[in-house]
């Protein structure tokens, strides 16, 4: 079976400092890692997945396969960056609904 | 472009009330759809899939069932609500692997 553990319910950084929200798995075969934000009053989005490489609004987020991890970084956390943020697992390849969510770490990002 | 949409956004209904929930989906044809429900603490849980008009697929035993009379169209429903109804509901519609989200609707059960 997959999981998916975030281990911070919340986190609170200074505007400016940098942030890392963690994302560990627990899955057999070859994931996809994504990471979905849900800013105030906004629907849930995709922000990223492992297999674009891309850094979205300064963020990046790296599978290491080692450590089963996917955790996501940015240098210098911004106020606009407060948001509820969720992990998510997919094997390669697979549909929508083999889908598995973390429980979510809810960021704030303080003046 | 594709579109979705649910409502009511928000509800409150007493306990033994019926519960609809509705999701349309604009501007692509056959979508697959899901029912989320999202739990403070307890992230998504994907209640229904669905992969065409009157295909419902349930993931976990639960007091709701889900419908799909036409090919854009999800609802969620309940005979008889629970106080452990309550929650932020989500409808979503699955693209290249990303699911796009409705706005959500969020029921609370008296």
């Known amino acids: 079976a997959q999981r998916v553990t975030q281990p911070e319910k919340l986190l609170s950084v200074f505007k400016g400092a940098p942030v890392e929200l963690k994302c560990n798995y627990s899955y057999s075969g070859s994931p996809e890692l994504f990471w979905y934000v849900q800013y105030s009053r906004q629907r849930l989005q995709l922000l990223l997945r492992h297999i674009s490489r891309e850094s979205i609004k300064g963020f990046t987020a790296d599978l290491n396969k080692g450590e089963t991890s996917f955790h996501l970084k940015k240098p210098f956390a911004q106020e606009e960056d407060s948001a509820m943020y969720y992990c998510?697992?997919?094997?390669?390849?697979?549909?929508?609904?083999?889908?598995?969510f973390g429980s979510g770490t809810q960021l704030t990002v303080l003046p | 472009s594709q579109t979705i949409h649910q409502w009511p956004a928000t509800l409150v209904q007493p306990v033994g009330s019926p519960l609809s929930l509705e999701c349309t989906v604009e501007g692509t044809s056959n979508p697959n759809l899901y029912w989320y429900r999202q739990a403070a603490g307890r992230g998504l849980q994907l209640l229904f899939y669905s992969v065409g008009i009157g295909q419902i697929s349930s993931e976990v035993p639960q007091n709701l069932s889900a419908s799909r009379p036409q090919d854009r169209q999800f609802i969620l429903s309940s005979k008889k609500l629970l106080l452990s109804d309550s929650g932020f509901y989500l409808c979503a519609y699955a693209n290249t692997g990303e699911l796009f989200f409705g706005e959500g609707s969020r029921l609370t059960v008296l």
């Open positions: 998510a697992l997919s094997p390669i390849s697979g549909s929508a609904r083999q889908l598995t």
